[in-house]
């Protein structure tokens, strides 16, 4: 059979990657898809300097466009990043019946429902494996490997920048300001990092996760995001301290009443495996009915780990370019006309143990206040440490575990504690998950 063409949009970071093991892995490549692919032409905007290692038997072009519109292009390839030019790209690629391969989460989070009904409408595919946690097979393991399951929760360290930094804060007591500003320099951070260090990044990943993993439209709208810039390296330290491993997390979770979407630091025992997830790594643990908790792990991002989703995305396309529409794998794991419509719950009524830091005045009572406003509310109390700061001072660190309990009046306990007088900072709070 003739190479299938592919027309690659995108020659920066992970599209090199993508275009250096198509060319270095082409023999087993072809193999496995059972016929040749080879890149027919490239769009990008600095072609001088892109770091593709063969560009031999390709087209370059600034013009993104050309590639998408030439007739000879089998397979649309989308590695440019955004949300509105990668839009049309995908749609116009889609209109003429060709099929997309993407690694773009924001597309797919903000947009896939429009995409995906496009492209059920015109018999094509639109693969994204490499949209969420990098190298690591997730969409293949939960939408394939998990079909016989019923999926009960989904938690992930989805964003490798968050995690390098509560990495660096636990185990060199560092500042979080200090070691943001060396991810920058190392290049896991963007010069603005309000992506990575405030959920938005980790929140596009989940929506995805959540829509294979339930059965439910895209909804990013709907997940709660919470970043990690108000982590303290005390914070870090008590956590130790208490036997918990401060994480990023992405929590998707089916309940009774309805689906909880939710991002925000979290507090995990450390004898979890998740909770050893260190530096720039990723992991998403999986709890299914049937084979119980599976966890998947390794490169969240860089060129070649996420080439290789990409490439794999390829290949599982080429295998079903001859394969009837209705008989493929569905884009979001449960055939299109049954995606339901469950109720995605308010964060108010998400229920979770609680991690709570004050600083109060260090004299009889206090705690007494604390606890009467937290019985009130219907919060029990599971642990209490206080440490005394320097010998000149007559304050104190109060640090409170809580059993678990409703968003909602954890919110509202708080509101009332910091309106003690002998409550002297506004309280840190961080939600605990066991992840059994």
Not at 249 to 258: H, M, P, V, Y
Request: proline content about 3%.
């Amino acid at each position: 059979m003739k190479p299938v063409k592919l027309g690659l949009l995108g020659l920066g970071t992970v599209g090199s990657g993508t275009a250096n093991v198509l060319k270095r892995n082409s023999d087993e490549i072809t193999r496995r898809a059972g016929r040749g692919i080879e890149i027919m032409a490239a769009a990008g905007k600095n072609l001088d300097s892109h770091n593709c290692r063969d560009v031999t038997g390709m087209r370059l072009t600034e013009d993104a466009f050309s590639v998408v519109n030439d007739p000879e292009v089998e397979v649309v390839v989308e590695l440019i990043g955004g949300t509105t030019l990668a839009r049309e790209l995908v749609l116009c690629a889609i209109d003429q019946g060709k099929h997309v391969v993407t690694a773009n989460k924001a597309l797919i989070a903000l947009h896939g429902n429009e995409i995906f009904a496009r492209a059920q409408e015109k018999g094509v595919i639109v693969a994204f494996e490499a949209a969420v946690a990098g190298g690591i097979p997730i969409i293949k393991a939960i939408r394939e490997g998990l079909a016989g399951n019923r999926i009960n929760w989904v938690a992930g360290i989805i964003n490798g920048t968050g995690n390098f930094i509560l990495t660096e804060m636990r185990d060199k007591g560092r500042d979080f300001q200090d070691v943001l500003a060396e991810a920058q320099r190392l290049g896991y951070a963007e010069a603005d990092p309000t992506f990575d260090v405030e959920g938005i990044d980790a929140a596009h990943k989940l929506t995805i996760l959540a829509s294979i993993a339930f059965g439910i439209p895209l909804q990013f709208e709907r997940v709660y995001t919470e970043g990690i810039t108000g982590i303290t390296r005390e914070d870090v330290a008590y956590a130790n301290e208490l036997g918990y491993r401060i994480k990023h997390l992405g929590i998707a979770r089916r309940t009774e009443q309805g689906i909880e979407l939710r991002v925000h630091p979290t507090l995990i025992p450390e004898r979890r495996l998740i909770a050893n997830v260190d530096g720039v790594m990723n992991a998403v643990l999986v709890s299914a009915d049937a084979v119980g908790p599976t966890l998947y792990y390794g490169a969240g991002a860089g060129s070649e780990p996420t080439g290789s989703a990409v490439v794999a995305d390829i290949v599982d396309v080429v295998r079903a370019m001859t394969t009837d529409p209705e008989n493929r794998v569905p884009h979001l794991a449960f055939q299109a006309d049954t995606l339901s419509d469950t109720t995605i719950l308010p964060m108010e009524d998400v229920k979770t143990s609680f991690y709570l830091r004050l600083r109060v005045l260090d004299r009889p009572g206090v705690m007494a206040d604390i606890t009467r406003i937290l019985a009130s509310l219907d919060i029990s109390i599971e642990a209490i440490l206080q440490k005394e700061q320097d010998d000149d001072t007559t304050e104190a660190d109060v640090i409170l575990l809580t059993h678990e309990v409703r968003e909602g009046n954890m919110v509202q306990a708080i509101r009332e504690i910091e309106a003690l007088e002998t409550v002297k900072t506004p309280v840190i709070r961080i939600r605990l998950e066991n992840l059994k």
